[in-house]
């Protein structure tokens, strides 16, 4: 069944309720999973020591008080810094901490440390709602081989991954792993044949521009851009068996646009306002920007 149906879309939250909360942090995650969304979406990065840490940037400069590059620091130099400063922090949020509103509800005890791997997935499996994750792996690194050797290791440690492929929540694979990189979804399969994957596109190559799909893909993730150019891609892509995750979609008509193309997964930093759209009242608090 592809998204054509409202009922089937799955809300994505990005790097968390990234609209609400700093991204990539614990409260971002706790968000998310409170007002009901699907699933989760993370980026995994490599520190210089082997460590998974939950970070977009190549470098930390944006969303930290420190400088340098990820693949070229230790965990412990990482740890040295705070993440989710107040300046990256939505607006709504910063008005609210700044008035201590809230603070005990949504940051826990190890705010500011960088979100690892780890902790997030040690937050999901305890999650009763059993909100699923999309993980995304950043290229180039350094690390290459090393990051997806890494995350489906760690995947096992969480029981995630048993076997071939990752768990069933609610009839669906409790994670699946997206990349721009076909090397590293191509790696991912061979350590996971059963292991969803998702070729994020920015661009139509000419390949795809006639089939619709990267090959030896689940499924395949175009930026709303692309949709918003060629919406036929979403036909076509469903033709070659392959769902359709777009991103980024934050706003009210664009969230439209892409129901109305029948996409079956919408990534957003806005959970809360498209299961509004979806009529699945978000459990959550009240006053959600967007």
Not at 222 to 238: E, F, I, K, N, Q
Request: with cysteine; charged share 25%; hydrophobic share 40%.
């Amino acid at each position: 069944m592809h998204g054509s149906e409202l009922g089937a879309v799955e809300v994505v939250a990005h790097r968390g309720a990234s609209a609400d909360e700093p991204e990539h942090t614990l409260a971002a995650y706790r968000y998310a999973a409170r007002l009901g969304a699907d699933a989760v979406e993370c980026d995994v990065r490599m520190t210089r020591d082997g460590a998974l840490v939950c970070v977009h940037d190549r470098r930390i400069d944006r969303t930290s008080t420190g400088r340098g590059v990820i693949s070229a620091l230790d965990l412990a130099d990482l740890e040295r810094f705070k993440f989710g400063r107040p300046r990256t922090m939505p607006g709504r949020r910063r008005a609210q901490l700044a008035a201590g509103i809230g603070a005990d509800e949504t940051l826990d005890e190890d705010a500011g440390r960088v979100l690892t791997l780890d902790r997030l997935l040690e937050y999901v499996t305890s999650t009763p709602g059993r909100v699923r994750l999309a993980i995304e792996t950043k290229h180039p690194t350094r690390h290459s081989p090393r990051v997806e050797a890494a995350l489906v290791a760690t995947l096992r440690r969480f029981g995630l991954v048993v076997g071939d492929g990752p768990v069933d929540w609610a009839g669906r694979p409790a994670v699946r792993v997206m990349s721009f990189s076909p090397a590293a979804l191509r790696r991912v399969q061979d350590l996971t044949p059963g292991m969803p994957t998702v070729q994020l596109v920015r661009q139509l190559t000419p390949w795809t521009r006639i089939t619709g799909l990267p090959p030896v893909n689940t499924a395949v993730a175009p930026s709303l851009g692309l949709l918003r150019r060629v919406p036929s891609y979403v036909r076509r892509a469903h033709d070659a068996g392959a769902e359709v995750h777009v991103w980024t979609v934050n706003q009210p008509e664009d969230m439209e646009l892409v129901l109305s193309l029948g996409v079956d997964a919408v990534i957003t930093d806005h959970p809360g306002t498209l299961l509004r759209r979806l009529g699945r009242d978000p459990a959550g608090r009240t006053g959600e920007s967007g």
